[in-house]
């Protein structure tokens, strides 16, 4: 909550014009938060404080800002912002950034670092219906599933449903669960959807 009121104050000291004191305010969102772990404002702050440094005529700052949001939030429409104002201002280092970030391609290599092919355990009628209950939200149900097929993970903590079923509770059913969290999978979230 406190990174979203430094980002009001610093977009309100933007529509007024006043540089400085927006751009103190997003250095002290940076420096009091320096992982945005909120999917709309992944990579907002600095993507703005690139926005005051062109403004101001710094465009080794304003470079180095765009770069940062794009290095460190990828998926986050704030990098998309920031490498389109990149092909505008600063064309020869948005391409040698899109170079460090896709070494495969820039290589020639055709193999992608991510690989989702076919395995035979997709197959399986347990995983289908692992996978089914999963979009149905029962994630506890899911899991049971993929505990059959040996995908179980012990040093997870059992989820709130089930928990509450083996103290005799009454529970909700149906509660929505991504598909990671119910096969146990860890993955961080990624922001890929903003609102601004």
């Known amino acids: 909550m406190a990174g979203e009121a430094l980002w009001r104050l610093a977009f309100a000291a933007w529509r007024a014009h006043d540089w400085d004191k927006s751009l103190h305010w997003l250095d002290e969102d940076v420096r009091r938060f320096p992982r945005e772990e909120i999917y709309f404002a992944a990579g907002r702050a600095h993507y703005w404080r690139g926005r005051i440094f062109e403004k ?81 939200g029962l994630g506890s149900d899911a899991r049971r599933e993929l505990a059959r097929l040996g995908l179980a993970l012990s040093d997870h903590a059992p989820d709130s449903q089930t928990a509450a079923k083996t103290r005799g509770e009454k529970t909700h059913t149906g509660s929505p669960r991504s598909f990671s969290t119910v096969a146990g999978c860890g993955a961080p979230r990624t922001p890929f959807l903003a609102t601004r």
């Open 56 to 136: 101001q005529g710094f465009p080794n700052q304003a470079q180095h800002a765009y770069t940062r949001a794009v290095r460190e939030y990828p998926l986050s429409v704030y990098a998309l912002f920031a490498l389109e104002r990149m092909r505008h201002s600063f064309p020869k280092a948005r391409a040698d950034l899109l170079r460090g970030l896709r070494p495969a391609l820039a290589s020639g290599q055709k193999q992608s670092v991510w690989d989702f092919r076919p395995q035979p355990l997709f197959a399986e009628p347990g995983f289908l219906r692992a996978v089914e209950l999963a979009r149905l």
